[in-house]
């Protein structure tokens, strides 16, 4: 059950989601269930199966030739904040902030 | 005790192409922000990433003149993390199966000594951001333009193979030579199209073990990773000298105090959670055509400088110089068809092409070579001297005008005629009976001066040689 909470922080650190204690007791749950279920897959004996990465496995190319961009306004329709056609976000935060 | 530096390095160079990775964004530089970006690009949900042959195909050329084995069944990975220069929240990357690995590159100025590379991978550039006052980590807001975000982006990772920052100087030297000549990358550090990081440890001397790495950022030029390279290098030793621990970290390269500092801020092991990138499917390289691209290869620099040795006679530091410049390296081997002086090729090259190129900001590669050989085979008709030599070829390459004509026209051609010269000759010896006296007592700077006036008044169009000679002849006989 400890590996499942100290998965549960690094989870939570990676997407930058804070966690009540009473979240993270409820996903803790719900983690489990998932990995054993992931867990269940793993009893089948693949030792013959080639890893299967896509099941669609034709690729094609295009040629480098530019063609139109949308317009800047409309990159821009759903930025919260913008410094003339720049995109403004906050501060960057070291992680211990 | 004693240490050596063990030291890698990790490339990023943007190729040369004219649209992004996955989408057909132009990859121009210094558009107005934000302008070249599309829902594929923007990570716009729906849109589906497609392929750039263009960059695929300087990726396999890359691998290949860094003689990777190139990995015909290759793919792209998702690599995940949030940062505001990532408008997907993932980079499309490689991981487990990048598209060259296990080669080496020979760098000649090391004396040939190969280096290995690890592995040459395909992925997408980020956007870029501007912190708005001060640093990174200082600033109070950060400013984003996303028209680089999806150019494409090749990472190169060398093996721990350098032992001192003059060898990753030189072999960073050699790379970027081998990158411009086969037209994969621009390479311009200062437009961010190549970047580099370091990485040093200590390893004690007869000994096989490795010291904590540290990874140095932020080095804007081949000259910081090799000052920084340095000072990490004297840094660690004092560190271990005094039996202190050398921690495992990233540090910053500071230009103006020329020191690497801290980035402090606990680290936690990167979590990318790497997964095959579902929207594009894994590469299926033809083998005719990996080969078809690998013939494609330009001769290495140091094939380069060879034949400027041995079929050219230059010697081995004009060969340097000039494989060095790859604009002037490509001026020359055009004129060298036509003209086969090739010292004299050399001299007119290091000199005074790169003089009009630099003074009047024209690249030699837009020059025409054929109005040098041409000048050249002027002046060795002895239709114009040196001098005129100089003033027609300027004014030929920057106006764009034929030699000859120029020689013609501007009345530029030499005065060949000895006895017009002759009489020229007479006349300031007679108008200068001092300066002919002071040379006939043996002052050198009196014969020079009486050159000179003859000279002048050919406005410069006699052969200097010639008038020497019919000064010496006429100067003699005025002995009393
Ligand atoms: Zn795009």
Redesign the pocket.
């Known amino acids: 059950m400890e590996e499942l909470y100290s998965l549960v922080d690094h989870l939570s650190n990676l997407s930058r989601i804070k966690l009540s204690s009473e979240e993270k007791d409820l996903i803790a749950g719900q983690l489990k269930d998932i990995l054993g279920a992931a867990q269940k897959v793993q009893e089948l004996d693949t030792g013959g199966v080639p890893p299967t990465t896509h099941v669609f496995y034709q690729w094609r190319t295009r040629e480098d030739v530019p063609a139109e ?1 949308l317009p800047v306004e409309e990159v821009l329709r759903n930025v919260p904040e913008r410094e003339s056609s720049l995109v403004r976000v906050p501060r960057i935060k070291s992680l211990d902030e | 005790m004693n240490y050596r530096p063990v030291i890698g390095l990790e490339i990023h160079v943007e190729l040369k192409t004219e649209t ?1 990775m ?4 132009s990859a121009a530089f210094g558009e107005e922000p934000n302008s ?7 990570g716009l949900p729906g849109s589906l990433p497609v392929i750039n042959r263009k960059a695929l195909e300087l990726g396999v050329k890359a691998a290949r003149a860094l003689n990777c084995t190139v990995e015909a069944n290759s793919r792209f990975d998702r690599k995940n993390y949030f940062y505001p220069d990532l408008p997907k929240a993932y980079q499309i990357s490689q991981y487990d199966i990048p598209l060259g690995h296990s080669g080496y590159l020979e760098v000649e100025p090391l004396t040939g000594k190969p280096i290995g590379i690890q592995r040459c991978h395909l992925e997408e550039e980020a956007g870029k951001l501007l912190h708005h006052g001060g640093s990174l980590l200082e600033a109070e807001y950060s400013l984003v333009d996303y028209n680089r975000a ?1 150019i494409p982006l090749l990472e190169i990772v060398t093996a721990p193979d350098l032992i001192s920052g003059d060898e990753a100087y030189c072999f960073l030297n050699e790379l970027r030579l081998l990158l411009l000549y086969n037209r994969i990358s621009d390479c311009r550090m200062e437009e961010g199209s190549l970047r580099c990081d370091a990485n040093i440890s200590l390893s004690p001397v007869n000994s096989n073990s490795w010291g904590n790495k540290v990874e140095i950022k932020n080095l804007n030029s081949f000259k910081a990773v090799k000052a920084a390279l340095e000072f990490e290098a004297a840094r660690q030793e004092e560190v271990l000298s005094r039996r202190g621990e050398v921690l495992q970290e990233t540090r910053h390269w500071d230009e103006n105090q020329r020191k690497t500092f801290s980035l402090r801020g606990k680290e936690e092991a990167a979590d990318y959670r790497y997964f095959p990138e579902p929207d594009v499917p894994p590469l299926q390289l033809d083998g005719i055509w990996i080969q078809k691209v690998e013939d494609s290869l330009a001769e290495t620099p140091a094939e380069r400088r060879r034949r400027y040795r041995e079929q050219y006679g230059l010697k081995e530091g004009e060969a340097d110089l000039l494989v060095a410049h790859p604009s002037l390296a490509d001026f020359f081997d055009r004129a060298a068809i036509k003209y086969k002086g090739y010292r004299q090729l050399f001299n007119w090259i290091s000199g005074e092409i790169t003089r009009i190129a630099r003074q009047k900001n024209i690249s030699p590669e837009v020059l025409d070579s054929g109005a040098l050989v041409e000048t050249l085979q002027l002046m060795d008709e002895g239709s114009i001297n040196r001098g005129t030599a100089r003033k027609v070829l300027e004014e030929a390459l920057v106006e764009g005008k034929n030699p000859a004509e120029l020689a013609l026209d501007k009345g530029m051609e030499q005065i060949t005629d000895t006895g017009a010269l002759g009489e020229l000759v007479d006349e300031v010896l007679r108008d200068n009976p001092r300066a002919v006296g002071d040379y006939l007592e043996g002052k050198k700077k009196a014969g020079n001066f009486l050159l000179g006036q003859v000279m002048s008044r050919t406005r410069g169009k006699a052969d200097p040689s010639v008038v020497k000679e019919i000064l010496e002849e006429q100067v003699h006989p005025r002995k009393r």
């Open positions: 961009s | 992004k996955f989408c057909s964004c070249s970006c599309c829902p594929v690009c923007l999806g």
